[in-house]
């Protein structure tokens, strides 16, 4: 695993190792695929995990690094939620969150915030416990979100882009930080067709369409 981190391409006079070049790589596919609801989206992300578990490993950043664990559970329950509710026609099923819904997501974001970055000064689990661990959070609410199929999974996406591109950067992580940036603009395009997808879907439950 440490030839994955030391080794790998210089860009601009900057060094990435081959697990942060194919694990983020793998992780804009994963944006991609989301966009066209496709089972593919979780295995590729199962690939995307396990590379960027050695990234974050080396990089000392315990948030990320769990996450990338977290990612892990939520994408096999998410290929299995997506397998039984696939559709021919417009593949999975989405729909707009309910206020309760709403709640919890930010509540859970909130909390789970405060919680997890308490417990990473704790532990000296991250050199910057705060941003870390709302990275960490939003990545597993979003994900959770997303396996339920609900359309504001991509909103807490851009919330998750908005802090880690500047804690990349300053982690020395160039090339993972203007990856987010792609993120970001991925995940408007995401929000959007998965927007028409929950509109047509509830023109046809109007109709009375199985």
Do not use: C, N
């Amino acid at each position: 695993m440490d030839s994955l981190v030391e080794s790998g391409l210089t860009i601009a006079g900057q060094h990435v190792s081959w697990a942060e070049l194919f694990g983020q790589i793998a992780a804009v596919t994963v944006v991609l695929l989301a966009a066209k609801r496709t089972l593919w989206v979780w295995p590729v992300q199962i690939l995307a995990t396990v590379l960027l578990f050695v990234v974050y490993t080396d990089a000392h950043l315990g948030g990320l690094r769990d996450r990338q664990v977290a990612i892990l559970l939520i994408s096999l329950y998410g290929w299995w939620v997506w397998w039984r509710h696939r559709r021919d026609v417009f593949g999975m099923p989405v729909r707009r969150a309910t206020r309760g819904e709403w709640f919890l997501v930010t509540g859970a974001m909130v909390l789970g915030t405060v919680g997890y970055a308490l417990y990473l000064t704790w532990a000296g689990g991250s050199w910057s416990p705060w941003p870390d661990a709302w990275i960490f959070i939003g990545t597993v609410v979003a994900f959770a979100a997303q396996g339920r199929g609900l359309v504001e999974f991509w909103f807490v996406w851009l919330a998750v882009d908005a802090v880690a591109v500047p804690l990349q950067l300053a982690s020395g992580l160039w090339f993972s930080a203007l990856i987010y940036v792609v993120f970001a603009v991925l995940v408007i395009r995401g929000y959007v067709a998965w927007s028409r997808s929950a509109r047509k879907l509830e023109a046809l439950a109007g109709q009375g369409t199985p």
